[in-house]
């Protein structure tokens, strides 16, 4: 990870990104911001690749609804398996633009690369069973995996495994970095610029690093 980087809670990530709102900035347009940096880092790091995504229902899930239409657009074989509908609005517009049906998590196949979008930033709990079961069957029979923000079941603010988790390739860190990337099953941590790095500092008021 760049030194050069704030590291934020999820509560300081939340209010760095409230910043942004608050200047008049939708929902929809962070996520279309963090799911291009994601496409994009993907693209940089794997060859053309049949992909699968598995989106949560929350914001991360939205993300992951961007990176597919995206990967798609340029010209990628993607799947989205969603483990339920959305349920934040610009999840929901995110969904509603990748125009493909999702597929249901318990019944995809897999694919040669897994793209993790199922919980970002926040998560303090294990995964459950009917999630955290297909989620490793299908990362255990891909070639590659790559996570949005932070791998599924590694706590945000503590870098603690909750439960099983799949050893990363990628993880796209979206904004800032969190302690969670610490842990060494993210694997390659690079992040995805949206624009919160100058709020960053000046939340933990900062300079930054020469």
């Given at each position: 990870?760049r030194?050069d980087?704030?590291v934020l809670?999820?509560a ?5 990104e409230q910043v942004?709102?608050?200047?008049g900035?939708p929902v929809?347009?962070l ?19 049949e ?44 969904c509603?633009?990748?125009?493909a049906p999702?597929?249901?998590?318990s ?10 979008a ?7 709990r ?43 390739d ?21 992040l ?11 939340i ?7």
């Open positions: 990870m030194t980087i704030p809670t999820a300081q990530t939340r209010a760095a942004i709102f608050d200047a900035v929809i347009n996520m279309e911001k963090a799911g291009a940096a994601v496409a994009q880092a993907i693209r940089d790091h794997y060859p053309p690749t992909s699968l995504i598995l989106c949560g229902p929350g914001n991360n899930g939205g993300d992951g609804y961007v990176v597919a239409r995206l990967l798609h657009e340029a010209g990628w074989l993607v799947r989205v398996a969603a483990s339920g509908a959305p349920k934040t609005e610009a999840a929901r517009i995110a509603h633009r990748w125009k999702a597929e249901t998590l019944e995809t196949h897999p694919a040669p690369l897994l793209i993790d199922l919980f970002g930033t926040g998560l303090t294990a995964l459950d069973s009917a999630i955290a079961e297909p989620f490793n069957r299908l990362a255990a029979l891909a070639s590659r995996c790559a996570a949005i923000d932070i791998p599924s079941g590694i706590g945000t603010d503590d870098g603690a495994t909750y439960c099983e988790v799949p050893q990363f990628l993880t796209v860190a979206l904004g800032v970095f969190k302690p969670a990337h610490t842990n060494p099953l993210c694997g390659k941590v690079v995805g610029d949206i624009g919160l790095v100058e709020i960053a500092r000046q933990l008021k900062v300079e930054p690093k020469q």
